[in-house]
Each structure stands twice: as C-alpha cells, then as structure tokens.
C-alpha cells in the first residue's frame, strides 16, 4: 500500500499496481545511479578545457576541433552515460549552432511532435524550487545547476523534467543552464541579446543524448523582468564574492577561487529543506519516490489514451484532447484560455522562463567543445523580454569571472571574445532537418485544478 500525496488523494491509501511498483522501482534505481555517477557539479571541469570564444586566439573557434582533451574536461563528462565520442567539432553530420529560417527550396520540416513539452507537477514538498540552486561564474559563461541526484537522502531534490513528444515515458531530467551573449542559434537573420541553454539528461534508452531548451532574450522590455533579476541578483554576488577576495589577497600570492557559490538568498532555509526532505524519506519510504513514478504513469494514460482505451494521436485525431478530460473536448487558445474549469500546469524554476510552448526543432550538437551530435534541440519561437538595464548588468557579469592571478582586466581568465561575448559562429545546416510547431499542431495542454 502507498499513500498518495497529491490534492485528490491526501490521506488516501491507493493500492499500487505491479506496473507501479515496477516504475517506481525502475525510478529509484535511476536515482541510485544517478547518485553514483554525478558526484559533481556540472562546470569544475569545464575551467580545465582550455577554448575560447575570441576568433583571434590560438585555441578559437576555428581550432576548436584540436583541443584533444575536449570530452574528457567537457561539464558533460559528468554523465558517463551521454555519448561523447571524442572531439566532434570538425564533425557536418549535426552541425550547431544553425541559422534558423525557411527558404523557398528549403522550408521547414512538418513538426514531429504531438504536444507541448511536459512537465511534471510540482511536489511542494519535493520538488527543486529556486532556493536549492547553485550559481557559477565559470570562463565561458553564467551556470546555474541543481544538485546532481533527485534523492533527498544525498542533499538532492525532484529535478524539472519534460517530456518529449514520442519519447513517454522516458523523459529529460533538467541540470543546468548556461547563459550566451549574444545568441548562439540566428532565427530568420536575427541574432539576438542573449540565449539562455537549459540542459536536460536523457534517461532509459535516451541516456546517451541530452535535450537543450533555448530561450533566446530580447532587451526590449520597458521594465526589469523580476524573475531575470532574481537570478542576475544571484550571479553578482557570486561576482562581488570574487571582486572581496581579489581585494582581500591583492599582492598575496595565490588564493581559493570562488568558482560556484550558494549565494544568500539560496542558502536560506537550505537545510530546513534538506531536513524536511529526508524525514518525508524517512517516514514512507519508497512511497514517495513511488508517487513520483506514478503520475509518469498517470499521465501517460491521459496523453495517449482516450475513455476506450484506443490510442490516440498527433493534430489528426484532434479528440486526444478527451483523454484529459474523459468526454469533455476542448481546444484552447494558443495563449492556453477557452477550456472552462482547467487550465495549464504551473511550469517549475527554470521552466518558468519560457514565454511559449512553441518552438524550432532539430537534432544537432553541443555549441562547445567536444561538441558532440547528442543534443535534441527546442528554440522557444518566442523571446523573454527583459529590460536594457538588465542586459547591461548581464554583460558585465559574463566577464567577471578572475583566474588564480585576480586580473582585473578583460582576459583575466575569462575566454569571451574581445567584445564580452560568448556565441559560437554559424554552422552549415547541411542535410540537417529543421522543423517548427506552432498552434497549428498543438495547443496547450488543459489539466483540471487539482492537476496543475
């Protein structure tokens, strides 16, 4: 028997099935090895790789396919299971970044997917909040990460997941994101202030490739974005923490670098989080993380099936919206209105960042070194709008990183280019297909009060 934690159910013993059991099993092995085998922030490594992003230096872009070390210090070396095999970046299989546009004897692929990226409920109980983050500054650009395990035994919480169209139930588990300025991907000969890169895992049969949501960021917002600012907010103190010690030790000699920091405002009510966490763990045990898997399998049933139990599929059986509601048929708006009584699911921090569900889609590479072809790309169609003021800040950080020597110089261990950016050039899109999903294939996906 599990106790069942969510608004339907609260205090209500369900009785798990063998499929339950077998997934919540399947998920807590994951956690087992997920422990074992990311024993590290993503990013230590990442200063070790020697590449930059000036055009002019020796270990540039253009020479980016030399650097021989490149997958063994990459962040993604982290996860033994992703298929880094060597350095790729002189590889035209899947090429990233791309210039994203149709042409007249190259238009966009028909869209593959048969939904919106989905993400789980959130478990306030569980679930990683912003609080739980970590904040870096590293040589090529702004991270943020959440601890490396989901299990609350190991300092760890529910990590965001989305699920791919196709991919159920495997999903893609969030780890960090780094921050690009300017954007890396040119969407119709545009590239804009800044692309925001949130990288998730691939789990199961999918553990060997990552998928890479974008948000690209526009400096056109009359007013500061204040979900922006909180994070820009956390990245200078991370920034004065390294400015303090360089002060602190000028002339010195050498001194402890400040490469990732718990920043004050996530370092409040950390361990009351991590305490109320475990003793959840210790009180029902496996039921928790069997909750966890449950509603993968709850889910799965409302997406793909109806009330008959027949399949359902993609824009062309447009009645998959019933398998959400029973009889009930709906189609929302594109901005998710219309559907009386339901509404969309609450996205979790760094999901909230997005301003649509709508994106560009192909299979590509890392934009850095190993630059690997193991990246499921999605490029939001939509920017996040921030303010100038924001992005002048923005700049600023993404060159404050200090190396061993505190040069506070440009270059003092930062490999941005001379102009503070970091994007990497244009790649040929060769025989790489490009598609787009707009409110003509999907819309967004309606869930009653209790499950959003």
């Not at 959130?122 to 990460?145: E, Q, V």
């Not at 119709?188 to 974008?214: C, F, N, W």
Request: proline fraction near 7%.
């Amino acid at each position: 028997m599990m106790i069942r934690r969510n608004s339907r159910s609260q205090g209500r013993l369900i009785l798990a099935s063998p499929a339950m059991v077998v997934s919540a099993c399947v998920l807590l092995l994951s956690l087992i090895q997920s422990t074992r085998a990311q024993q590290d922030t993503p990013g230590t490594q990442e200063e070790q790789l020697d590449y930059s992003y000036d055009p002019t230096s020796p270990i540039g872009p253009s020479r980016w396919s030399q650097i021989s070390n490149a997958a063994d210090l990459s962040p993604y070396a982290a996860y033994p299971t992703l298929d880094l095999d060597g350095n790729e970046c002189a590889s035209t299989y899947r090429p990233s970044p791309l210039h994203i546009r149709p042409t007249p004897d190259r238009p966009f692929a028909e869209c593959i997917d048969r939904h919106e990226m989905l993400t789980r409920q959130i478990d306030p109980n569980m679930s990683c909040t912003p609080f739980d983050a970590t904040f870096s500054i590293t040589p090529h650009t702004l991270k943020m990460s959440f601890p490396p395990t989901d299990d609350p035994l190991q300092n760890g919480c529910f990590r965001p997941r989305i699920n791919l169209s196709g991919n159920f139930p495997e999903e893609f588990v969030f780890s960090w994101l780094e921050v690009h300025a300017r954007s890396d991907h040119v969407i119709d000969g545009k590239r804009y202030d800044a692309e925001i890169q949130q990288v998730h895992l691939g789990q199961g049969e999918d553990d060997y490739m990552v998928a890479t949501v974008s948000v690209l960021v526009e400096a056109t917002a009359r007013r500061d974005n204040p979900e922006f600012q909180w994070m820009l907010d956390q990245w200078q103190e991370v920034a004065d923490g390294m400015d303090r010690d360089c002060r602190e030790t000028r002339g010195g000699g050498g001194r402890r670098q400040r490469r990732a920091a718990a920043t004050s405002a996530t370092m409040k009510g950390r361990k009351e989080r991590i305490e109320r966490r475990r003793k959840l763990i210790r009180e029902h045990g496996a039921d928790v993380i069997a909750n966890f898997a449950l509603q993968t399998e709850e889910d799965y049933a409302r997406i793909y099936f109806g009330s008959n139990g027949q399949l359902l599929n993609h824009k062309h059986q447009p009645q998959h919206r019933r398998a959400q509601y029973g009889e009930y048929s709906c189609r929302a708006d594109p901005r998710g209105h219309g559907c009386p009584g339901y509404g969309k699911r609450r996205k979790a921090f760094p999901h909230t960042l997005w301003p649509t569900i709508y994106y560009f889609g192909y299979r590509g590479s890392i934009t850095a070194p190993p630059c690997s072809d193991i990246v499921n790309w999605r490029i939001l169609d939509v920017p996040l709008e921030i303010s100038k003021r924001q992005y002048q800040q923005l700049t600023t950080l993404m060159d404050s990183y200090r190396d061993e020597s505190c040069d506070m110089t440009h270059g003092g261990g930062s490999k941005l280019d001379r102009h503070g950016e970091n994007y990497q050039p244009l790649r040929d899109q060769g025989a790489v297909d490009i598609f787009h999903c707009t409110p003509d294939d999907f819309r967004w996906w309606m869930y009653l009060p209790e499950d959003q």
